[in-house]
C-alpha cells in the first residue's frame, strides 16, 4: 500500500513559482513510476509530468514543458515538482500518482494511487 500526499499549493502571480511536493509512507516508494497531473474545473484530469524509478528519466507534457520540473528523493519518499513562468492557464488542482508499471501513461487509469490534490492558483 502506498499513501500519497502533496504538498506546497497556493496562490502565486503570473511569472511567479512554486514548488510541489509529493510524500509516500510507504517503505517501497522507489519501486513505482510518479507522475503528476492536473485537473481544471470541469475537465478531465490530464498528465503533466512522469519520473522513472531512481529518477534516470523524466517525460513532460508540451504545456509545461520548458518551465516545469521533476524531480525525486528516495532517501525521502518524495518526488518534487518545481514549477517556473506561472501562469493563470496553471490554476488548477494538481495530482501526483504511482504506478507499479513498467512505464509510465499519460491517462489516469494505469495508476494505481493518488494523492488527494493541492490546489494551485496564478493571479494574473
Known amino acids: 500500500q502506498v499513501q500519497l500526499v502533496e504538498s506546497g499549493g497556493g496562490l502565486v502571480q503570473a511569472g511567479g513559482s512554486l514548488r510541489l511536493s509529493c510524500a509516500s509512507s510507504?517503505?517501497?516508494?522507489?519501486?513505482?513510476?510518479i507522475a503528476w497531473f492536473r485537473q481544471a474545473p470541469g475537465k478531465e484530469r490530464e498528465f503533466a509530468a512522469a519520473?522513472?524509478?531512481?529518477?534516470?528519466?523524466?517525460d513532460y507534457s508540451d504545456s509545461v514543458k520548458g518551465r516545469f520540473t521533476i524531480s525525486r528523493d528516495n532517501a525521502k519518499n518524495t518526488v518534487y515538482l518545481q514549477m517556473n513562468s506561472l501562469n493563470p492557464d496553471d490554476t488548477v488542482v494538481y495530482y501526483c500518482?504511482?504506478?507499479?508499471?513498467?512505464?509510465?501513461?499519460?491517462?489516469?487509469?494505469?495508476?494505481?494511487?493518488w494523492g488527494q490534490g493541492t490546489q494551485v492558483t496564478v493571479s494574473s
Open positions: 500518482a504511482a504506478t507499479g508499471g513498467s512505464t509510465w501513461y499519460v491517462t489516469t487509469e494505469y495508476y494505481d494511487y
Open positions: 519520473i522513472s524509478r531512481r529518477g534516470a528519466v523524466t
Open positions: 510507504g517503505r517501497t516508494f522507489n519501486n513505482y513510476i
